[in-house]
């Protein structure tokens, strides 16, 4: 069973992160993203809080002496997830998915081009099939292209598209944090940080109903409790092993989708979503295979 809880736990994040979706998606004609934003950053402290807590590392764990470093990871991070609401009120959550599905092969570029990491030949590969795979899903908007900026689908799609850049742009920010930052203080000072940059937004904010409010509460509690099943998830389980299981998460949009919202993917985004998962998985199992032979040390 021990075997199993790496994997279940990487499963279990990936629904509660589609429940959040949901209710961003229901919130959509009536609450800005940057409301949004603020209640998932905030209310996601109650969870975390309790887990650093609970791991015994309230004091400890949350020392950190380059508060700088969190401010830049939660300003891209903000603007990854208003970008990333704001797309999912005008697209279908499967489309929204599959489109920022790109944030994990940008990232492998981003971490050849900022990092200096090695990224071999086989890696570029898969990561160019990928994008080919990106460009499937996004292809029934790019002859809309000149309705871009009139809110409709088109805009959606391209919020998406711009928010996987962020989401790279900020795992790198998180790889170049953990090499002095423990989980915990990146986890927690991100939620503080994001609250605080989304209060920015506040002039435009509105008076939310009780049931508006308990939404919103709603998705900051469950990306609370997503990023804690993902935290035990990588710590029970190696990444080479998790990391697959992402793509459970277009289950949990289509299926949520469909019942919930009456939506159906449309075969570019099945198309696209397999070929996009197909790189991803070969990149993780390229990997793994090559950690396995190498000597060790």
């Known amino acids: ?46 969870p975390v809080v309790a887990m650093v807590a609970w791991q015994g590392e309230l004091r400890e764990g949350l020392k ?43 990232t492998v570029a981003l971490a050849a081009l900022l990092l200096g990491e090695t990224v071999r030949w086989h890696r570029w590969s898969a990561v160019a099939v990928g994008f080919l795979g990106v460009l499937v899903v996004l292809s029934p908007h790019l002859g809309d292209v000149d309705h871009v900026l009139d809110g409709g689908a088109a805009t959606g799609a391209a919020m998406c598209f711009a928010s996987a850049f962020f989401m790279a742009f900020a795992q790198i920010q998180v790889r170049n944090l953990t090499s002095t930052e423990r989980t915990g203080a990146i986890v927690v000072y991100f939620s503080i940080g994001s609250a605080m940059v989304a209060l920015l937004t506040a002039p435009w904010w509105v008076m939310p109903s009780l049931g508006d409010l308990a939404l919103l509460i709603m998705t900051g509690i469950f990306g609370g409790v997503g990023q804690i099943f993902l935290t035990l998830g990588y710590r029970h389980a190696d990444a080479s092993v998790i990391a697959p299981l992402e793509y459970t998460s277009m289950l949990w949009a289509i299926g949520t989708g469909w019942w919930v919202f009456g939506e159906w993917p449309t075969s570019a985004v099945l198309v696209g979503s397999a070929i996009i998962i197909g790189s991803g998985v070969a990149i993780v199992l390229r990997e793994r295979a090559l950690g396995l032979k190498r000597p060790e040390t």
């Open 1 to 46: 069973m021990s075997a199993l809880l790496g994997p279940l736990f990487k499963v279990a994040s990936t629904l509660s992160f589609a429940v959040m979706l949901v209710g961003v998606k229901l919130l959509a004609d009536r609450i800005p993203s940057g409301e949004v934003v603020f209640f998932r950053s905030a209310f996601a402290l109650l």
């Open 64 to 106: 950190t002496a380059r508060p700088g470093g969190h401010l830049i990871r939660s300003v891209v991070g903000v603007t990854a997830m208003v970008l990333w609401f704001s797309g999912v009120q005008r697209v279908s959550l499967a489309d929204s998915l599959a489109i920022t599905y790109a944030a994990p092969l940008l």
